[in-house]
């Protein structure tokens, strides 16, 4: 497959952040390498103003990456940034796929998700790969 390289933004929330290299680390054995511009407690924002955070942080973030991967875990259905993120990235024409965190497969996913994902999969590298490309 060689080795290919993507800009993402992963959509998830605050408290799942230790799930991200891991995410990483299966596409990268799998051949992907990614560059994620997503918001972490790596890249923390002090910004309090909701309009502020979408236009100066996720906005341009979002619109760097070619697709938003959705990290999924029982929590992530409820949040309203995953949900708004999921929403900017369909008006921008970006691919969108779900991804369950390992041992989650099953959970309920974001509304916003469900009416605009090309893919929700599995922990399986192929297919996360295969969904993204």
């Not at 929403?87 to 969108?96: D, F, L, P, R």
Request: hydrophobic share 35%.
């Amino acid at each position: 497959m060689g080795n290919q390289n993507k800009d993402v933004f992963i959509s998830h929330i605050h408290e799942d952040d230790a799930g991200l290299k891991p995410l990483k680390d299966l596409l990268a054995k799998n051949g992907m390498t990614v560059r994620d511009s997503s918001i972490n407690s790596d890249k923390p924002n002090n910004a309090t103003s909701p309009d502020y955070i979408k236009q100066n942080y996720l906005a341009p973030a979002i619109k760097w990456a070619s697709t938003l991967i959705v990290y999924i875990t029982p929590e992530t259905k409820d949040s309203y940034w995953v949900n708004w993120e999921i929403e900017y990235a369909h008006k921008q024409g970006k691919t969108i796929v779900g991804v369950w965190e390992y041992g989650c497969q099953g959970c309920e996913i974001p509304e916003a998700l469900d009416a605009y994902g090309n893919a929700v999969v599995g922990w399986q590298g192929n297919k996360i790969i295969n969904a993204i490309n």
